[in-house]
């Protein structure tokens, strides 16, 4: 509740915020994810958690809010493809993930008319379409068991988390994202990845997060680019 009432209170004091209208834009970015994950089980012993390396689905759409040059905000949405991996000694590899839609508010600092500042805040996300699955071997061979389905109820409906990173020049950007809630619901009692009856609080330990690099462009300059193009190419067959 107190975390709900803090970010409640955040964005009601950035919606306040009179800012110029030539200051808000909007950005439209894609990224490469590697995400890491801390497993542990009650009932099994996990001996590996490979990075998990995700280039697809991840889109995101956010406005820009530049108080100054030095000092602004920014949210909007944002889909993204999130999950973890384990291998246990049985011998069995397990992957569960989810496609998540966010909604990001980040504080930002430094040169904007440079593309060179920090960034950081707070997201939730709503999961809305999870996927499992396992072989039983560590290596992605033999029978392959999937459960697909959405809004699932082996995972939490929205997951809070914090991240903080650096903007680049030329439109990259580094960051980090760590999340603060459980992804699986761990209440979760009945079938899974072909057993009739599993318990998701066997998960004694789940803590995920990643490391991103995305690349961006400001929507607003690419369609402006895209007319004058279109115009000097009509010129030309004139």
Known sequence: MKRH????IVCVLFISIDIDA???YPVTSGALIFQFADVELANSNVTNTPPRFTCFFHW??????DIIDNLGFYTGLAIRNVGFIYDEDIPQKTIRRSYTLGVPIALKLGSFKNHL???GGGEYELLFHYKGKRWYSNDRKGTKIKDTEWFSNKTELFVPSVFAGIQFPKGFNLKFKYYLGDFLNLDYTGPDLGQSSVSFSD??????????VCWQFRTDKAKKYIQSTDEKVALKGI
């Open 5 to 8: 009432t803090v970010l409640l």
């Open 203 to 212: 998960y004694t330990r789940l803590n995920m997060f990643y490391i991103s």
């Open 60 to 65: 995101g759409q956010y406005y820009h809010f």
């Open 117 to 119: 500042y920090i960034f």
């Open 22 to 24: 030539q200051k808000v």
